[in-house]
């Protein structure tokens, strides 16, 4: 497992941007994929992207496609969310994760990070 803290969270406008940062220990990033995923109060934990080890495949769900691009910078041992115009249906606190290979669902995730909170208003 890696060891995965996440940042750049914060209070943002609709229609804004925000960065999110993912920055991971250990000798092993680069052989990881990497996801991210978010979480709202009374709602199920829910896919937002991933990408491939080697930055080469990414995945997105639907809802942030147009919006939201991830990439990673296997020397910084960093993954990074770029999210754009936000939406308030967007706050929620986010996740990054480290799996074997891409995956939409959470549960082939072996390492999470701690999450940070996204909170978009209108």
């Known amino acids: 497992q890696v060891q995965l803290v996440e940042s750049g969270g914060g209070l943002v406008q609709a229609g804004g941007s925000l960065r999110l940062s993912c920055a991971a220990s250990?000798?092993?990033?680069?052989?990881?994929?990497m996801g991210w995923f978010r979480q709202a109060p009374g709602k199920e934990r829910e896919f937002v992207a991933a990408?491939?080890?080697?930055?080469?495949?990414?995945v997105y769900a639907d809802f942030v496609k147009g919006r939201f691009t991830i990439s990673r910078d296997n020397a910084k041992n960093t993954v990074y969310l770029q999210m754009n115009s936000l939406k308030p249906e967007d706050t929620a606190a986010y996740y990054c994760?480290?799996?074997?290979?891409?995956?939409?669902?959470?549960?082939?995730?072996?390492?999470w990070g701690q999450g940070t909170q996204v909170t978009v208003s209108s």
């Open positions: 994760a480290a799996s074997l290979s891409p995956s939409s669902d959470p549960r082939h995730y072996t390492s």
């Open positions: 250990g000798r092993t990033f680069s052989g990881y994929a």
């Open positions: 990408i491939s080890w080697s930055g080469g495949n990414t």
